[in-house]
């Protein structure tokens, strides 16, 4: 994760160091490409990366070879390499913030992933997969599906975040196997008659008050 490791240390997460590189490396220790060799390196949040670092990335994917922190001796390397970003790369170039170079590196192929309103289908497997997924889960197996109807119709500003928290948030509110509609939040239940309506509730009298002198949370436990 390129946004989560702290900036000083990152180098050293990408390409490994040596023993007494730095304050604080005690021992030698590979990088996470050194780590996928032969295999697949995903770069999370790669628009994150230090304007700094961007040209040893670069020079990573060029060369595929890597060199520790403090070594002199490169070594080879074999991986498939996967980057993510948030942000719009080719804005990122213009304002000098990302360089053009390891951008048209990156972008052999590029895949857009659209919000997760978009992808209506997706949603009951996302959904059930997040559950399967939860470590905090011993009892809930299945979810109703009017709630997946719910998921269906919600706008989800918060994409998969969001969805993975109002799963979590559901768990310990869920009585039985399944996660109903009274385990969702408030603000996502449909309105039914049961709903109580404005026209039920009324604050004080107009011969009581009139001037709004009350404080706000005598007048709203009042309400």
Known sequence: DCGAAPENLIE???????????????DSRPGVFEMAHGGTIFLDEIGELPLELQPKLLRVLEQREV???????????????????????????????????????????????????DRAEDLPMLARHLLERSTHNTSVKTID???????????????????????????????????????????MRPVNHHTVSIEETSAVPPSQDTNNTRPFKDAKDQL
């Open 12 to 26: 050293s997460e990408l390409f490994g160091h040596t023993r007494g590189a730095f304050t604080g490396a005690v």
């Open 67 to 117: 060199r520790r922190v403090g070594a002199n001796k490169t070594k080879p390397i074999d991986v498939r390499v996967v980057a993510a970003t948030n942000r719009n790369l080719r804005e990122e170039v213009d304002r000098g913030r990302f360089r053009e170079d390891l951008y048209y590196r990156l972008a052999v192929v590029e895949l857009g992933m659209p919000p997760l309103r």
């Open 145 to 187: 599906q009017p709630v997946i109807d719910v998921f269906t119709a919600y706008h989800w500003p918060g994409n998969v975040r969001e969805l993975s928290n109002v799963i979590e948030r559901a768990l310990p509110f869920s009585d039985g196997s399944s996660i109903n509609m009274s385990a969702l939040p408030d603000s």
